[in-house]
């Protein structure tokens, strides 16, 4: 017995409460019949052509990703446009589009940051910034290792643990400072930075850090930075998704990880300090 659509935006929104979702968000359901019939489902970090393509040939009757393809007002979805041409090819193959965005950041247990916490290791988390007073739902998460370890050796075990990126982990502190309190927020979270200090984290792991804030947080105590890509950051959710689907609709939809790598960049280059010892910049 399959289940309709519908049901499955139902089970999504249970778990990623839309009132948690900024109120600048676009989150829910895309496009897609509520009637219809759903027995398998992709889920993916991004709404790109790959991603779509991946979908339709799987035979997946919806497609679960965590950025918007809308974000901005819409008046038409043309399919000589780029995202419009996506809206076209899900419809004719007859799969619908939900979102999760910042409501699946701030969920309990299933969301972004748990799972991002999870995958690091981390024990006893709670949220940086709670929704709300003793609140489990928020934005980040701090919490424990399990063994004491160098920002070095933690930021070896981010490169390990993430999808592999051709960017990798950068750390900005003491390569040998002592880690054992750990503060994530999938995404770009540098603005909760100050959150992480104040909850004594050794290291905030996070993505999309630029140069001044990272800069001026070595100058004063706090935490050390590790920078991965918005990407690896946030994939972490993607089969946690795809395994409290599947269970709470009791099997009847078959949901799986896409295997589509949506990172952008392909590239990097570089040489490392140690070939230019006497630190210069040209």
């Not at 935006?9 to 109120?23: H, I, Q, S, T």
């Not at 035979?59 to 038409?76: E, I």
């Not at 940051?113 to 709670?130: F, K, M, S, W």
Request: charged content about 20%.
């Amino acid at each position: 017995m399959t289940a309709t659509l519908g049901e499955v935006v139902a089970a999504l929104e249970a778990r990623y409460d839309p009132a948690l979702a900024e109120g600048w968000d676009a989150v829910g359901l895309v496009c897609g019949d509520p009637a219809d019939p759903v027995d398998r489902v992709l889920v993916a970090v991004d709404p790109v052509a790959a991603v779509v393509d991946e979908a339709v040939e799987t035979g997946a009757g919806l497609l679960v990703t965590h950025h918007p393809l809308f974000l901005t007002a819409v008046h038409g979805v043309p399919a000589d446009d780029p995202k419009g041409r996506l809206v076209h090819r899900l419809v004719r193959a007859g799969c619908g589009l939900f979102v999760a965005h910042t409501n699946a950041d701030r969920a309990a247990g299933v969301g972004v940051n748990d799972a991002l916490a999870a995958v690091l290791g981390l024990t006893g988390t709670r949220p940086l910034q709670p929704a709300a007073p003793g609140s489990r739902e928020g934005l980040g998460r701090v919490g424990e290792l399990a063994e004491p370890t160098t920002l070095a050796a933690f930021a070896a075990h981010a490169a390990a643990v993430l999808p592999a990126t051709e960017v990798g982990v950068r750390a900005a502190g003491d390569p040998g400072r002592p880690v054992r309190t750990v503060a994530v927020c999938g995404g770009s979270g540098g603005s909760l930075l100050p959150e992480a200090a104040a909850a004594g984290a050794d290291v905030f792991l996070t993505s999309d850090l630029r140069h001044h804030p990272v800069s001026e947080s070595q100058e004063v105590s706090g935490p050390a930075l590790c920078d991965v890509t918005h990407f690896a950051s946030e994939w972490p959710w993607v089969p946690v998704v795809a395994d409290v689907l599947t269970a709470d609709l009791s099997g009847r939809v078959a949901a799986s990880a896409s295997r589509v790598r949506t990172d952008p960049w392909t590239v990097h280059r570089g040489r490392s300090t140690a070939e230019d010892p006497a630190g210069r910049a040209g």
